[in-house]
């Protein structure tokens, strides 16, 4: 028996290191599959986020190009807002102009208003039409009392409307 049984025990020997070849074998194939499984995982992924950030970074880029559209339209709209007030300051002024004149050469027909006096203003001296009957009246001008002891000067009349002594 003892020939029997070496050769059953190496029989079995046999068996036990072919199953430990196999079941190497098998489990090498598994880790090849499995890592190549990862590994066409991982390029999917990376596929995936370059398309995410390629599309992330194109609609970041048709979102800045919007903006920057909106802003040169806000620019242009201020400009022009700005050229129209600078044209309403000019028509403004040229009609300040108009009145300021209209106004002197009243005031040098005016035997009333002394237009020479150093401080003459055009239009100091306006007169309001009054009931019938009572004389225009000048407007009274708000100017900064000043107390004087001289009773003759506490009737100062308003600056632009003196009365020329001739």
């Known amino acids: 028996m003892s020939e029997l049984l070496w050769i059953v025990l190496a029989v079995?020997?046999?068996?036990?290191?072919?199953?430990?070849?196999v079941a190497v074998v098998v489990l090498g194939k598994r880790k090849k599959q499995r890592q190549e499984e990862q590994r066409r995982r991982a390029d999917e992924l990376r596929r995936e986020a370059e398309?995410?950030?390629?599309g992330g970074l194109t609609q970041a880029q048709r979102e800045a190009r919007e903006a920057?559209?909106?802003?040169?339209?806000?620019r242009a709209e201020a400009e022009r807002a700005e050229a129209e007030r600078l044209r309403a300051e000019q028509g403004l002024a040229q009609q300040e102009a108009r009145r300021e004149d209209a106004l002197r050469k009243a005031d040098r027909l005016d035997p009333d208003?002394?237009?020479?006096?150093?401080d003459y203003r055009p239009g100091a001296h306006v007169r309001d039409t009054g009931p019938a009957g009572t004389p225009p009246v000048a407007e009274p001008e708000t100017t900064p009392h000043r107390p004087t002891?001289?009773?003759?000067?506490q009737s100062v009349r308003p600056p632009g409307s003196h009365r020329r002594d001739t």
């Not at 398309?51 to 390629?54: L, Q, R, Y």
């Not at 208003?113 to 150093?118: K, L, Q, Y």
């Open 68 to 74: 920057e559209a909106r802003a040169e339209l806000a």
């Open 12 to 21: 079995v020997g046999l068996l036990l290191v072919a199953g430990i070849a």
């Open 113 to 118: 208003v002394d237009h020479e006096a150093d």
């Open 51 to 54: 398309t995410e950030h390629a």
């Open 149 to 153: 002891s001289d009773a003759s000067e």
